[in-house]
């Protein structure tokens, strides 16, 4: 009966085979030996690629700012370790497509020494403001995966009246455990991180103490899903003290974690289509970004390592590792005695919002979760069926889509029709795909045709452009002419009032 | 148009689920009502199923060698097996034979193979050949025996059954009629009621 009633506030998704057992039942690993080559991509999150303010040849210490950012939505990188600058030049990205995008390579020393940091002894004296400056200033974004700069929206929490902050520890994706684990090993930090973050987002003139009275109307919430029992547990106690936070269990299912899934479970309020999260006053932010931050004020430490999950039926040591960022994934696979012949994909995040990659010679990134190489007993087929009409895609949609006659338009090319339907709801969370009984690589369709629309877009808007361009031209030309001939027009007025004058002169003489 | 030998985006793994799979699930769901109805109608009930799933598999395996493709592949997803069954649950189960050969080329042939196959299909495939059937044959199609289950004195034997379902009702055992709603209908329809 109760799991009736939840059931109503959960929409669509699915119960995949978890498979994160091998993984989660062991320590975070933080004996990662330092790869010689870090590859540190320029742009790691949403937003403009940060601007590199050191030259090939500098040498550089662990935590020293290598780019900073620009613009309003961007994110500064920082060297994961001590070392010599090799080179600022265009590397594979980490991406489906492997396309070279602008890469700091930095030769690490061995030493991996620190930068001088500034610890704060008590940073509920800082200012909100102070704190989102701080953890901009860290390089810290979405670790969920969403790679959204933390500090943007800390920002917008203290503009919009925030007063639901829910944290994210769902950790839906099947494989991934890095959140799980960090919850049960670093309980107390990230609670500390959950802290900091409401002090972030008090919108008191001075800035009052976390949790008292009258100072701080926002809560938090942490929602772990059933399926992590002892890291509830842990949170649980080191969340005890302070009443302003609260940690409950949710569901397990996929996609738990998706934010407008969550907002609707946690607080029973639905993110209007089209509208942000913050606008009906709920953030989100993840465990691992907590944690970041935790480490960002306390001790002034910047973004410049994180947890990744290595897993997958051809891993042999598969584990939860602290890399520095820009360890290539080979490097990982080394360590973690991934069998390569029997690898058949290569995943970068979860299997099911993932991407495969080309090949391991690519960096890991903020948003870096996990890494997986599947074999090929663990992938779905790939030999596509026609669709039988069987429904179960909508049946699993939880935005509520249709994805057989959205697949079925896009097929015919009609991407209009398809948008009419509901195409850029679709979040990619892979459920159609999963569930489809005719190997019908739905999202695949979908990520082809939002690209296909987004160019369509920019390529109408940049002949609009043009033609304004042609217009206004047009219409400065026919002005400067229509001057010209109203000048013409006085000139010759004038020349016959002029000789007009002249003629009764001499009339008169 | 669309690149997938190699899906680069999720999701990579999958539910274990197939078409075969699902077509078994609906014969599943159907078991009880064909015992049932096999049962309360006895054995020429049973010869008429047997005729309609096997002809509607081999009007499939047909037309799939028509289209030049191998046809156990196919035959294997349960499609047509499943739309011969749905045939034969609709049909008067004293029919004749050649209605349910009839009805399963129909269901095959233009129900489904026509459009392009599985999946292409514009209609159900058994109810369009189920509609068909009725419009051409109205009185095989609407002769209907009274219930005589398997087993009990007045229902027909084995020998008995073949000749029904072969040769035709003759010498009736069960009899059918109009009833009373068809009656009251055609009335309606001329204002004499
Ligand atoms: S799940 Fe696959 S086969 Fe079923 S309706 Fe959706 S697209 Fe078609
Ligand atoms: S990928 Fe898109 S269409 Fe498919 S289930 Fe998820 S939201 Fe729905």
């Not at chain 1, 109203?486 to 009032?497: D, G, N, P, Y």
């Not at chain 2, 010498?171 to 209908?185: E, H, M, Q, R, S």
Request: charged letters at 20%.
């Amino acid at each position: 009966m109760l799991s009736f009633f939840t059931r109503q506030r959960i929409r669509g998704g699915v119960h995949a085979e978890e498979r994160k057992a091998e993984t989660a039942s062991q320590p975070i690993v933080n004996n990662f030996p330092l790869p010689k080559k870090l590859y540190i991509p320029l742009q790691q999150h949403v937003g403009k690629p940060a601007e590199p303010l050191i030259r090939v040849g500098d040498r550089v210490l662990k935590g020293q700012l290598l780019a900073y950012s620009q613009g309003l939505i961007s994110a500064p990188v920082h060297a994961p370790s001590s070392g010599i600058i090799l080179d600022v030049n265009d590397y594979p990205a980490p991406h489906p497509s492997a396309l070279p995008i602008r890469m700091i390579v930095l030769e690490t020393d061995g030493k991996d020494e620190w930068i001088e940091t500034c610890p704060v002894a008590d940073p509920f004296l800082l200012t909100p403001e102070d704190i989102s400056l701080r953890v901009g200033a860290a390089g810290i974004v979405g670790l969920g995966g969403a790679a959204f700069p933390t500090a943007v929206k800390l920002n917008m929490g203290r503009e919009n009246h925030i007063d639901t902050l829910i944290i994210n520890g769902a950790e839906c994706e099947p494989y991934l455990s890095c959140d799980d684990r960090q919850m049960q090993e670093r309980a107390e930090q990230i609670i500390d991180g959950v802290r900091l973050m409401l002090h972030g987002m008090t919108n008191s003139p001075e800035g009052g103490l976390a949790g008292q009275p009258g100072m701080n109307t926002c809560n938090a919430v942490v929602a772990i899903e059933d399926n992590k029992q002892q890291a509830y547990f842990a949170m649980r106690a080191a969340a005890e003290l302070f009443p302003q936070i609260k940690v409950i269990q949710i569901p397990t299912r996929y996609p738990m974690g998706w934010d407008r899934q969550l907002i609707r479970y946690v607080t029973g309020k639905e993110v209007p289509v089209g509208c942000r999260s913050s606008e009906i006053g709920v953030t989100i932010h993840n465990v691992g970004t907590a944690y970041a931050t935790h480490k960002a004020i306390r001790y002034g430490q910047p973004l410049v390592s994180r947890v990744i999950t290595v897993s997958g039926g051809a891993v042999g040591r598969p584990m939860n590792v602290e890399v520095p960022l820009g360890t290539l994934i080979s490097e990982l696979f080394n360590f973690c005695e991934v069998n390569s012949e029997d690898t058949a994909r290569i995943i970068m995040g979860g299997p099911m919002m993932g991407d495969s990659l080309p090949h391991s010679g690519l960096p890991t990134v903020k948003a870096t979760s996990g890494i997986l190489a599947l074999t090929q007993s663990e992938l779905k087929d790939t030999d596509e069926k026609p669709c039988i009409r069987c429904a179960s895609c909508v049946t699993v949609c939880p935005a509520g889509l249709r994805p057989l006659d959205m697949a079925n338009n896009i097929r015919v090319n009609q991407l209009d029709a398809a948008v009419d339907i509901g195409l850029k709801d679709c979040i990619s969370c892979g459920c159609c795909s999963y569930i489809c009984p005719s190997n019908i690589p739905l999202v695949q369709y979908f990520k082809y045709a939002s690209g296909e629309v987004m160019a369509r877009q920019q390529a109408a808007h940049k002949s609009e452009q043009t033609k304004r361009l042609i217009d206004d031209r047009n219409a400065r030309l026919e002005r400067i002419a229509q001057q010209q001939r109203e000048e013409e027009l006085a000139r010759l007025a004038a020349k016959a009032e002029r000789e007009r004058l002249k003629a009764e002169q001499e009339a008169a003489v | 148009m669309i690149p997938h030998l190699k899906p680069s985006s999720g999701a990579h793994v999958g539910a274990k689920s197939s078409v075969s799979q699902i077509m078994w699930q609906v014969m599943l769901a159907l078991t009880p009502a064909t015992v049932f109805g096999i049962w309360c109608f006895g054995w020429p009930a049973l010869n008429l199923f047997v005729i309609t799933v096997v002809s509607a598999m081999g009007f499939e395996a047909f037309c799939i060698r028509l289209a030049g493709r191998a046809a156990t592949p196919v035959i294997m997803d349960g499609s047509a097996l499943l739309t011969g069954w749905l045939l034969a649950m609709t049909l008067p189960p004293w029919a004749p034979w050649w209605i349910g050969v009839v009805g399963s080329g129909l269901a095959i042939v233009l129900g489904k193979q026509v459009y392009g196959g599985l999946g292409q299909n514009l209609f159900n495939p058994a109810m369009l050949a189920r509609v068909a059937l009725l419009i051409s044959f109205p009185i095989e199609m609407t002769t209907w025996a009274n219930v005589s289950p398997l087993f009990f004195s007045d229902s027909p034997g084995l020998i008995e059954s073949w000749r029904i379902t072969f040769a035709g009702l003759e010498n009736l055992d069960a009899t059918t009629g109009a009833t009373t709603l068809g009656y009251i209908k055609t009335e309606f329809s001329q204002n004499r009621l």
